[in-house]
């Protein structure tokens, strides 16, 4: 990665330990030593650190604001400017002190994802360089001016010589700083001073041969000779535009030319006065300045914003574009070399990517840029068909397929994308790049090294569960979440034995959600754990009721168990402190377990699942059957109960039964019971079911047949209706 050097190459030693007006410092002064050297500044090393430290605040000030705005660091490049800090090298140097030092000492107290950390950073950067070029901008403009005011003096000088005195006329003429030339109204050039011929390279006579209208170049400003033409026929008595021509030795010379018209004593026409001012460097600065602002400075590929400035234009429906294209291309396992091989391997294998994304690029019409860490995006504009844009992402993940050696090693590369297609002028570039993300996330979901068309239906998906991950925190707070029950009944006398515990969301616009809905987001958040903890709690606090105010006699309650809640630290103690505060008894509560869960499991994960049990509550292994394990696995598993998956049973619902179906739950339950484990069975949905399940020796079952899940109240009020 990009690294802000000090004198000695290094960052500096310091950590970001310490208090944050200690990191602000330590950071003004990494910048110091990066830019100072090239800076004209007036001040020395101790002041122009001081200078930086209000900018690097303003930065850091602005990494952590909520909401984010980088509007504040276009004031950094402003205060570049008025410091000096102008030579070419002071951006670049700067751009890289924020790269890489910025989040590091002026992170804030709250820690931001890494994504959207180096995210905000980028922006700042954007911003850094767009305030830099307004700055320059305007102070060439002021430049500008007062060259132009000196020359319009020179012109004013200049007729009152030729009316006045030829000789005070020459004086100003060859004593001017900027070039000065004189045509004929016919566009003969009669005279230019010494300023203008070294601008062309030094030879008079290659100036004073020439017309003027021989002096056109490619890059001419539109209609700049319909103005000359204006001013020759004296329809106008003055013009200013950039322009450039040829020197002598072939290279462009870039000025900045004002052509006038003088007038005799009686108004007529009589020369036309050229000045110009050779603005070569300032173009080129410019263009260095553009290039490093729209290029990323890794790879070399254009970066987000010529990319983005491409898809506007791509989706503006104009210059005969009507369709577009887009492969947007995120490397897989990239993190793993980043943490594994070190930064430097990870950027070096970035750069090699990139190099081969280029070789897939066939035309003008289609750009290759990288717009974030290992995410690349590839744009055709008006490609024929959807398969030429399906052919370009085909060729991006075969120049992909062939390893990279880097350090010895060879390491291979995959990537995930997702295609956009469609025609320009229906949808904006934010919409086309949300699209193509949620694509490629479907595209990485899938098993990566493929590609995935967009899908209008995946993305009301997408942003639907975004939406939901985004109201869970608060859901909690706000009392949005209840519990349904329902029964387990013994299929020996077909009483309630208790009940499992489902959680059920009440969505204030989407309705009542079932956990599949929002269980897998709670996980991706980690808030199934203050969730989890609610919902043993409340499920907890509703068997004591059971037991000891509704008259039943004593139920066992049954609640589902993450996988992220079986490894968080507090799992024993959270429990033993629900059981506690409700006055119920261990053997009353149930935990299931997922098999997939149990896969592999190794005594660090089955310790806490021996602790509960050792307590005295149950352990059930939910959806047996499903997650291929060892069954020499469950005598080392502290379980008290399987829970068969309820596609063993559904060969069951009629008669006759399923002989396969049968045999397979005879053996389960002949197994468990030889381990001394009882047997439930879910999804039962008709009578000859049960009776089945009943004849084979499972102890407990659930399902429509006796009771669709509902309020702790109507726990015994059994239904017994077939599903068919």
Same mark, same amino acid.
């Given at each position: 990665?990009?690294?802000?050097?000090?004198?000695?190459?290094?960052?500096?030693?310091?950590?970001?330990?310490?208090?944050?007006?200690?990191?602000?410092?330590?950071?003004?002064?990494?910048?110091?030593?990066?830019?100072?050297?090239?800076?004209?500044?007036?001040?020395?090393?101790?002041?122009?650190? %001081?200078? !930086?430290?209000?900018?690097?605040?303003?930065?850091?000030?602005?990494?952590?604001?909520?909401?984010?705005?980088?509007?504040?660091?276009?004031?950094?490049?402003?205060?570049?400017?008025?410091?000096?800090?102008?030579?070419?090298?002071?951006?670049?140097?700067?751009?890289?002190? /924020?790269?890489?030092?910025?989040?590091?000492?002026?992170?804030?107290?709250?820690?931001?994802? /890494?994504?959207?950390?180096?995210?905000?950073?980028?922006?700042?950067?954007?911003?850094?360089?767009?305030?830099?070029?307004?700055?320059?901008? #305007? &102070?060439?403009?002021? %430049?500008?001016?007062?060259?132009?005011?000196?020359?319009?003096?020179?012109?004013?000088?200049? =007729?009152?010589?030729?009316?006045?005195?030829?000789?005070?006329? &020459?004086?100003?003429?060859?004593?001017?700083?900027?070039?000065?030339?004189?045509?004929?109204?016919?566009?003969?050039?009669?005279?230019?001073?010494?300023?203008?011929?070294?601008?062309?390279?030094?030879?008079?006579?290659?100036?004073?041969?020439?017309?003027?209208?021989?002096?056109?170049?490619?890059?001419?400003?539109?209609?700049?000779?319909n103005l000359q033409g204006e001013l020759a026929r004296g329809e106008r008595d003055h013009y200013r535009v950039?322009?450039?021509?040829?020197?002598?030795?072939?290279?462009? !010379?870039?000025?900045?030319? @004002?052509?006038?018209?003088?007038?005799?004593?009686?108004?007529?026409?009589?020369?036309?006065?050229?000045?110009?001012?050779?603005?070569?460097?300032?173009? $080129?600065?410019?263009?260095?300045?553009?290039? =490093?602002?729209?290029?990323?400075?890794?790879?070399?590929?254009?970066?987000?914003?010529?990319?983005?400035?491409?898809?506007?234009?791509?989706?503006?429906?104009?210059?005969?574009?009507?369709?577009?294209?887009?492969?947007?291309?995120?490397?897989?396992?990239?993190?793993?070399?980043?943490?594994?091989?070190?930064?430097?391997?990870?950027?070096?294998?970035?750069?090699?990517?990139?190099?081969?994304?280029?070789?897939?690029? @066939?035309?003008?019409?289609?750009?290759?840029?990288?717009?974030?860490?290992?995410?690349?995006?590839?744009?055709?504009?008006?490609?024929?068909?959807?398969?030429?844009?399906?052919?370009?992402?085909?060729?991006?993940?075969?120049?992909?397929?062939?390893?990279?050696?880097? %350090?010895?090693?060879?390491?291979?590369?995959?990537?995930?994308?997702?295609?956009?297609?469609?025609?320009?002028?229906?949808?904006?570039?934010?919409?086309?790049?949300?699209?193509?993300?949620?694509?490629?996330?479907?595209?990485?979901?899938?098993?990566?090294?493929?590609?995935?068309?967009?899908?209008?239906?995946?993305?009301?998906?997408?942003?639907?569960?975004?939406?939901?991950?985004?109201?869970?925190?608060?859901?909690?707070?706000?009392?949005?979440?209840?519990? =349904?029950y329902q029964p387990l009944v013994r299929l020996s006398d077909g009483t309630v034995h208790g009940a499992e515990?489902?959680? &059920?969301?009440?969505?204030?616009?989407?309705?009542? *959600?079932?956990?599949?809905?929002?269980?897998?987001?709670?996980?991706?958040?980690?808030?199934?754990?203050?969730?989890?903890?609610?919902? *043993?709690?409340?499920?907890?606090?509703?068997?004591?009721?059971?037991?000891?105010?509704?008259?039943?006699?004593?139920?066992?309650?049954?609640?589902?168990? +993450?996988?992220?809640?079986?490894?968080?630290?507090?799992?024993?103690?959270?429990?033993?402190?629900?059981?506690? #505060?409700?006055?119920?008894?261990?053997?009353?509560?149930?935990?299931?377990?997922?098999?997939?869960?149990?896969?592999?499991?190794? %005594?660090?994960? $089955?310790?806490?699942?021996?602790?509960?049990?050792?307590?005295?509550?149950?352990?059930?292994?939910?959806?047996?059957? @499903?997650?291929? +394990?060892?069954?020499?696995?469950?005598?080392?598993?502290?379980? +008290?109960?399987?829970?068969?998956?309820?596609?063993?049973t559904r060969g069951m619902q009629h008669d006759p039964a399923d002989p396969v179906d049968i045999k397979i739950?005879?053996?389960?339950? +002949?197994?468990?019971?030889?381990?001394?484990?009882?047997?439930?069975?879910?999804?039962?949905? @008709?009578?000859?079911?049960?009776?089945? $399940?009943?004849?084979?020796?499972?102890?407990?079952?659930?399902?429509?047949?006796?009771? &669709?899940?509902?309020?702790?109240?109507?726990?015994?009020?059994?239904? *017994?209706?077939?599903?068919?």
């Amino acid at each position: 990665m990009t690294r802000g050097p000090d004198e000695s190459g290094q960052p500096d030693r310091e950590g970001p330990r310490d208090g944050p007006e200690d990191r602000l410092r330590r950071f003004a002064r990494i910048w110091s030593r990066a830019i100072y050297p090239a800076t004209a500044t007036s001040m020395n090393r101790a002041e122009f650190e %001081e200078y !930086l430290i209000p900018l690097a605040r303003t930065l850091s000030e602005a990494l952590r604001a909520r909401p984010f705005d980088p509007t504040p660091a276009l004031a950094i490049g402003t205060a570049l400017v008025t410091a000096h800090c102008t030579d070419p090298g002071a951006l670049p140097r700067s751009l890289g002190v /924020v790269d890489s030092y910025l989040v590091l000492y002026c992170s804030p107290d709250e820690k931001f994802p /890494v994504e959207e950390s180096r995210a905000r950073c980028a922006r700042l950067q954007h911003a850094i360089a767009a305030g830099f070029a307004q700055a320059l901008r #305007e &102070r060439t403009l002021a %430049e500008q001016e007062a060259v132009s005011r000196a020359a319009l003096s020179a012109q004013a000088e200049a =007729e009152k010589a030729l009316h006045a005195s030829e000789a005070l006329f &020459r004086a100003v003429f060859e004593g001017a700083a900027v070039g000065i030339g004189i045509a004929d109204m016919d566009g003969n050039i009669v005279d230019v001073n010494d300023a203008l011929t070294q601008m062309f390279g030094g030879l008079e006579h290659h100036v004073r041969s020439r017309k003027v209208t021989d002096w056109a170049h490619p890059d001419d400003t539109p209609g700049v000779w319909n103005l000359q033409g204006e001013l020759a026929r004296g329809e106008r008595d003055h013009y200013r535009v950039e322009k450039p021509y040829y020197r002598t030795n072939g290279t462009v !010379l870039w000025t900045n030319l @004002t052509v006038s018209l003088l007038r005799d004593p009686a108004g007529e026409p009589q020369y036309m006065l050229a000045l110009m001012e050779d603005i070569t460097e300032r173009r $080129l600065l410019n263009a260095r300045l553009r290039y =490093e602002a729209t290029h990323d400075a890794l790879t070399g590929l254009p970066n987000r914003t010529l990319f983005f400035e491409r898809l506007r234009a791509a989706l503006a429906a104009r210059d005969g574009v009507a369709r577009f294209g887009l492969c947007y291309l995120d490397l897989d396992g990239f993190k793993v070399v980043n943490d594994s091989l070190g930064h430097e391997v990870g950027d070096r294998l970035l750069v090699e990517v990139a190099d081969r994304l280029q070789t897939c690029v @066939t035309a003008p019409d289609q750009l290759i840029a990288r717009i974030g860490g290992d995410e690349f995006v590839a744009l055709i504009m008006d490609p024929e068909t959807q398969e030429d844009v399906t052919d370009l992402a085909h060729r991006i993940l075969d120049v992909l397929a062939e390893p990279v050696h880097l %350090e010895g090693r060879d390491l291979s590369v995959r990537g995930s994308i997702g295609i956009v297609d469609g025609p320009a002028g229906e949808l904006g570039p934010a919409e086309v790049l949300r699209s193509a993300d949620i694509t490629m996330y479907r595209a990485k979901a899938a098993g990566g090294n493929r590609y995935e068309h967009a899908d209008p239906e995946a993305e009301v998906l997408a942003i639907t569960r975004y939406g939901l991950t985004n109201s869970l925190p608060t859901a909690l707070e706000r009392g949005e979440f209840f519990i =349904e029950y329902q029964p387990l009944v013994r299929l020996s006398d077909g009483t309630v034995h208790g009940a499992e515990a489902l959680v &059920r969301w009440c969505h204030p616009l989407r309705g009542v *959600l079932g956990p599949d809905q929002f269980i897998p987001l709670a996980e991706n958040t980690g808030l199934i754990v203050p969730l989890g903890r609610w919902v *043993l709690s409340e499920a907890v606090r509703q068997a004591r009721h059971w037991t000891f105010e509704g008259g039943h006699g004593p139920l066992r309650v049954n609640v589902n168990l +993450s996988p992220f809640q079986l490894r968080h630290p507090g799992l024993v103690r959270d429990t033993v402190e629900v059981l506690k #505060e409700a006055g119920l008894e261990p053997t009353a509560l149930c935990l299931e377990v997922t098999e997939s869960a149990l896969i592999g499991a190794d %005594e660090t994960l $089955l310790k806490p699942l021996r602790q509960l049990a050792d307590l005295g509550v149950d352990i059930a292994l939910d959806d047996f059957g @499903t997650g291929y +394990s060892n069954l020499s696995n469950l005598r080392r598993m502290p379980l +008290s109960t399987l829970k068969l998956d309820r596609s063993f049973t559904r060969g069951m619902q009629h008669d006759p039964a399923d002989p396969v179906d049968i045999k397979i739950v005879e053996g389960v339950v +002949s197994l468990a019971h030889t381990l001394d484990l009882a047997v439930t069975v879910e999804g039962v949905e @008709t009578g000859a079911q049960a009776e089945h $399940l009943r004849t084979l020796g499972c102890d407990t079952a659930q399902g429509w047949y006796y009771a &669709r899940p509902g309020p702790p109240e109507r726990l015994h009020a059994l239904s *017994l209706v077939d599903a068919s």
